[in-house]
């Protein structure tokens, strides 16, 4: 079956949210949700595409506050800490997309907290600005700062997203709590094995395997198996520095663990 007819199945969601669509538009997309713990209690993940993305709806619903008021209650906890974030703009923390001005030319994610520069695969595109900020129940202008604070709030936030058909790049970021390299890995692994609702991957294998990124030895869990006889491939890597988790997502129909390899500085 041709790969993007296998993609329309699966990550119907992914495109039409990010390309705008509303929720009535893919009502019957099956949605998987995890529960992670944080040190704010317990934020709802939830994954309404292939791959999985953490989204904070839940939380703001529960609590009847908005993103500014979620902002405003946490201010006073973060107010006695160092952090660079509260002297920098919200995309030093973030990072920020530079898009490929060419065809065949592949895009770049440049964080300049992490001092890294990472190629993402020209296939991937980024149109998910009103994705990321839905997400957050913000608008696009506002979303660098609001997500910003939820971050530093101790909430998982998806800092970017850019995909293809089944190629998805996706960058999430938390500050505090009990986020590990371990516990990303058990959450993906379970997500990807449900991915596609009724008609998950087949022939579903695991390992772990070390890169060099950023100079570091780094565990990055590939996810294999089968889609309507497509292989589909999913790299997870997780990263953290002075108490912020950022956890990557690179998947599709090959594996692009040689992005994460071949990541470089950016001075």
């Known amino acids: 079956m041709n790969k993007k007819i296998i993609a329309a199945i699966v990550a119907a969601a992914t495109v039409l949210s990010v390309m705008g669509c509303s929720d009535e538009d893919f009502e ?66 973030l990072g920020e997309v530079i898009k490929a001005e060419a065809e065949n030319t592949d895009s770049a994610y440049e964080n300049a907290f992490l001092n890294l520069k990472m190629n993402v695969p020209k296939t991937i595109w980024f149109d998910g600005d009103d994705y990321k900020a839905d997400k957050i129940n913000t608008s696009v202008n506002e979303f660098p700062s609001a997500a910003l604070k939820l971050i530093e709030s101790g909430k998982p936030v998806l800092a970017q997203i850019g995909n293809l058909d089944m190629d998805t790049f996706k960058v999430t970021i938390v500050k505090g709590g009990d986020y590990s390299k371990e516990k990303y890995f058990e959450e993906s692994t379970n997500i990807y094995k ?37 292989n589909y491939i999913a790299n997870y890597l997780y990263y953290s520095k002075d108490g912020y988790s950022y956890m990557f997502e690179l998947s599709g129909f090959g594996d692009y663990i040689n992005y994460f390899e071949e990541a470089t500085t950016l001075n």
């Open 28 to 93: 019957e997309t099956v949605e998987q949700t995890e529960t992670v713990s944080s040190e704010n209690g317990s934020a709802d993940i939830s994954f309404d595409d292939p791959s999985g993305d953490f989204s904070l709806e839940d939380d703001l619903e529960e609590s009847g506050e908005s993103t500014t008021a979620s902002a405003d209650t946490t201010a006073a906890q973060t107010a006695d800490t160092n952090s660079t974030a509260n002297t920098q703009a919200p995309s030093y923390i």
């Open 194 to 230: 449900t991915t596609n609702g009724d008609t998950p991957p087949q022939n579903v294998s695991s390992e772990v395997r070390s890169i060099t990124f950023l100079g570091e030895k780094t565990d990055v869990l590939t996810m294999k198996g089968t889609l309507v006889d497509e």
